[in-house]
């Protein structure tokens, strides 16, 4: 009796598993071209192309895109030359391929002519479009087919370059992949308010479907070297480029966003000393305020920080009086902050990237659904009120 179960408990063990099925379309992961970073610039073809239409290797196109993919790990110094690798070890921790057409897709497929490893985007980490292509069509274009592929994750962080984005994905540092390097910069944002919350495909997909006008970050770069500074501004029903903003315009955006973010406000005493305070807490309200047809907004921002640079260094005897005095200077700077860059987005870009919408969606939702179609032509003639509190919880160390 017990050895008939027992054999019944086998049997069916090895039933389960026959019934099991294995991984029978997989690939090995060596045998594919990972991406992590895709660069999209106005259509300039390579000195490869050019010689291989010369030879008849062309095919039907316009040249009015460049797609840079950063594949991830690269080929060996030995395989593919012009390309960043490490000297001692001959390998590469990337690698950068062009191509020019007039479609995305099929600039992908084109490829597959010229690799023996098909291009895999699951791991794409970073899209940077240049701002001069931007100009000319709008990313709900030029993200089309990276929208409806199934294949690219919809958390990739999209940026926008001053200038090539082939160039933000180049790095002179052999160890470095600039696509993990652009995605790293973006945690850094705890430090300064000169950081947008990132903007992810998903948000960029759904900021677009909403004809909302929206913000991107800027990414500058020199001699292989990116930063990170202002951003981008994209109108919601074309989505094409409308201007930028400076890093201190972010600074005056931060103190209106109602997420909490780090940073420093600087300003200068009586005798033209450097005084520093970096903020740790920022709370920030916005409250809506509908009168009949009138709409009107007034913000409301609290910060808490730490006063972390004085060249002057004050007496103790003053640093009471002296610390409630520049509290107001800080909080003068962060208002003259804030009406700098509410005069652009009201009177120079009239568009409402501030996100005043969402309050006043929340708070009057049926005011809302009667302005949204023209909210940015409304928005830029809408009284704004703002006050900003600053307080010094902590002057600092001392080393008297």
Not at 138 to 161: A, E, H, T
Not at 226 to 240: H, L, M, V, Y
Not at 309 to 336: I, T, V
Request: aromatic residues 8%; charged residues 25%.
């Amino acid at each position: 009796m017990i050895r008939t179960g027992v054999l019944l408990r086998v049997i069916s063990a090895l039933s389960v598993l026959l019934l099991m099925s294995g991984c029978w379309s997989s690939r090995e992961i060596e045998d594919l071209s990972l991406y992590v970073g895709l660069g999209i610039d106005v259509g300039k073809e390579t000195e490869f192309e050019k010689n291989i239409a010369e030879q008849g290797g062309d095919y039907r196109k316009r040249n009015i895109l460049t797609a840079t993919v950063q594949i991830a790990p690269g080929y060996s110094s030995s395989q593919k030359s012009g390309q960043s690798g490490s000297p001692s070890s001959g390998k590469t921790s990337y690698s950068n391929e062009q191509l020019t057409g007039d479609s995305l897709l099929q600039i992908f497929r084109q490829f597959a002519l010229r690799r023996d490893r098909p291009l895999i985007g699951h791991h794409l980490k970073v899209i940077v479009v240049s701002k001069d292509i931007a100009k000319k069509y709008g990313l709900n274009q030029l993200l089309d087919f990276v929208l409806r592929d199934n294949d690219i994750r919809p958390n990739c962080l999209v940026l926008i370059s001053h200038h090539r984005a082939a160039d933000v994905l180049t790095s002179e540092d052999p160890s470095r992949i600039p696509a993990f390097y652009l995605t790293g910069i973006t945690n850094n944002a705890y430090l300064s308010n000169k950081i947008l919350e990132p903007v992810l495909l998903t948000k960029l997909d759904a900021q677009m479907q909403s004809g909302s006008s929206f913000l991107l970050q800027n990414v500058l770069n020199f001699n292989g070297e990116d930063k990170f500074s202002g951003g981008s501004i994209f109108e919601g029903k074309t989505t094409k480029f409308l201007g930028e903003l400076t890093q201190t315009d972010l600074e005056g955006l931060s103190w209106l966003m109602t997420k909490n973010r780090g940073g420093v406000v600087k300003t200068h005493n009586k005798e033209g000393f450097t005084v520093l305070y970096e903020i740790k807490k920022k709370k920030t309200k916005i409250i809506a305020k509908v009168v009949g047809s009138d709409i009107s907004f007034h913000v409301k921002s609290e910060s808490q920080g730490w006063l972390m640079e004085d060249w002057r260094a004050p007496e103790e005897e003053e640093k009471g009086a002296y610390l409630r005095e520049l509290e107001k200077e800080f909080s003068d700077m962060a208002e003259q902050q804030i009406s700098q860059v509410l005069y652009k987005l009201q009177h120079t870009y009239k568009v409402d990237v501030a996100d005043f919408r969402d309050s006043l969606r929340i708070q009057y939702p049926k005011t809302w659904k009667k302005v949204k179609d023209d909210w940015d032509h409304i928005f830029s003639t809408v009284p704004i009120t703002y006050e900003v509190k600053i307080n010094i919880t902590n002057p600092g160390s001392s080393t008297e």
